[in-house]
């Protein structure tokens, strides 16, 4: 028997790996199947299985075209309802796979129709926990993405905490535990960065799987502190449940070179959005008017999803030369498959063609510390609500990145916003956004937070007031 975890660190996902007597199954595949096909062929075994934990919302699982190509059996748990063939298993039903069998449990909550998958080794010993994104290491699943008429977050919330204690809860302490996702992920709100653990562990260390926790308790500590989802989640779920394009088909018509002038042309024509996948330095140097930065070196996907809310929206990149087909890719496991093409040759064409370009301003954090001394400064902190909550410059305004499109009214256009983040990813995100949209006098700190504490040059404070601030 073997078992692989296969993570995806700009997603923070899991995807697995079982592998028993020339028999496979994949667990919550991403959507780019080809490794998973190469992986089974080079150990001479079939895929017999591909097992869903639920109808994702944060990426487009590979279900589909690793079925089309493997003749592989989809399976769900009970209450999933989607729009294509699939075997929807019973609770507690078993499936062979080799020597080795996979018990369903369903484990409403996250989603209805959530479910887990419990490995029992060749002597019939429970193994291995395959989570999804019921329970998490350090944290369980957000109760709010499901929501209907008839369905509050409470209700979700209500039936996750019956799920731990009465499906998971239960099982020995040494079953491992297999998550959906780790740290970084929009699922939860707590998860660790370590990527497995025993449940034993989870049992003593999870906030969430207290033994003397009342349902009460439970559902207020789940529900609290949760931030809005990125638009783009249901839009996945709908693509998961109803169907979507081969990623072949969506890499080949994205993977379209565009002179400059061509390049151009379609942006002007179709109204497509232009995403620089630069690194945020080289952007700042030099970029093309109205281009968004959301650098590939960091969580590019999720907030390409938080950023632009539809999934249908005309795109166009501009990226370091070689590196088109990542992009491409990370962007069609979210669903962004509407990608017109790419800029050839990069911005180094685009500069080399004498075409218009814009720059943005920087400054050091000791800079910025000396400018405080000259007057007050407007400095937006582009963090989310709990790292600002941690610690922040005293008396400095937190908009958090994914809350900008909504609150950019609030930014006076007439004074010089000086913007951070951590380490300097989001705040030139957040500077292009605000440059697109007319405001001109933007500077960037450099090295964000991080090089501000280093500086001992601020008041630092870790007392932060309620606020009514959300996304709207």
């Avoid at 499901?146 to 040494?174: C, F, H, V």
């Avoid at 034993?200 to 999870?206: I, L, T």
């Avoid at 951590?422 to 292009?432: I, T």
Wanted: charged share 20%.
């Amino acid at each position: 028997m073997k078992i692989e975890q296969i993570y995806t660190g700009c997603l923070a996902q899991g995807a697995y790996y079982i592998e028993s007597e020339g028999q496979v199954a994949i667990i919550d595949p991403l959507r780019e199947v080809k490794p998973y096909v190469e992986q089974a062929a080079k150990a001479g075994a079939t895929i017999k299985y591909v097992l869903e934990t639920h109808f994702h919302a944060d990426f487009v699982s590979g279900h589909l075209d690793l079925a089309r190509q493997t003749g592989a059996t989809i399976v769900y748990g009970p209450l999933a309802k989607p729009n294509f063939e699939a075997h929807i298993a019973t609770d507690g039903e078993e499936l062979q796979l080799g020597s080795v069998k996979i018990r369903v449990l369903h484990t409403p909550g996250h989603t209805m129709e959530s479910t887990c998958y419990l490995l029992l080794d060749e002597t019939g010993k429970e193994t291995a926990l395959f989570s999804g994104d019921t329970l998490f290491i350090g944290d369980v699943g957000r109760p709010d993405l499901a929501q209907k008429a008839d369905l509050t977050m409470n209700d979700l919330a209500g039936y996750l905490y019956e799920s731990l204690r009465t499906k998971i809860m239960t099982l020995p302490d040494d079953v491992i535990v297999y998550p959906g996702h780790g740290a970084g992920s929009a699922c939860g709100k707590n998860m660790s960065k370590e990527t497995t653990d025993t449940l034993g562990n989870q049992k003593r260390f999870n906030y969430a799987l207290r033994a003397s926790m009342s349902k009460e308790e439970f559902i207020k500590e789940v529900t609290d502190g949760l931030l809005a989802p990125p638009q783009y989640f249901p839009q996945n779920v709908a693509l998961n449940k109803q169907g979507y394009e081969s990623i072949d088909t969506v890499l080949e018509r994205g993977a379209h070179a565009l002179s400059p002038d061509a390049f151009e042309a379609a942006a002007n024509e179709t109204g497509a959005l232009i995403i620089d996948t630069r690194p945020a330095q080289d952007f700042r140097l030099g970029f093309i008017p109205n281009s968004i930065n959301i650098g590939l070196g960091g969580q590019f996907a999720p907030w390409v999803g938080t950023l632009v809310p539809d999934v249908k929206h005309n795109l166009l990149l501009v990226c370091e030369p070689g590196q088109e087909q990542e992009a491409l890719t990370r962007l069609a496991r979210v669903g962004y498959d509407q990608v017109l093409g790419f800029l050839a040759g990069g911005f180094g064409a685009w500069k080399a063609s004498g075409k218009e370009s814009d720059t943005l301003l920087s400054v050091s954090a000791e800079s910025l510390a000396d400018r405080m001394t000259e007057g007050e400064l407007e400095i937006i902190d582009v963090r989310k609500p709990g790292e600002f909550a941690a610690e922040h410059i005293a008396g400095v305004r937190n908009i958090p990145l994914e809350y900008l499109n909504d609150h950019m009214a609030e930014l006076p256009k007439n004074k010089t916003l000086f913007i951070h983040c951590a380490g300097g990813y989001r705040s030139m995100m957040a500077a292009s956004i605000l440059r697109a949209r007319g405001y001109e006098n933007l500077v960037d700190v450099t090295g964000g937070f991080d090089a501000i504490k280093k500086t001992g040059l601020f008041e630092i404070t870790d007392y932060v007031c309620p606020t009514s601030l959300k996304k709207v």
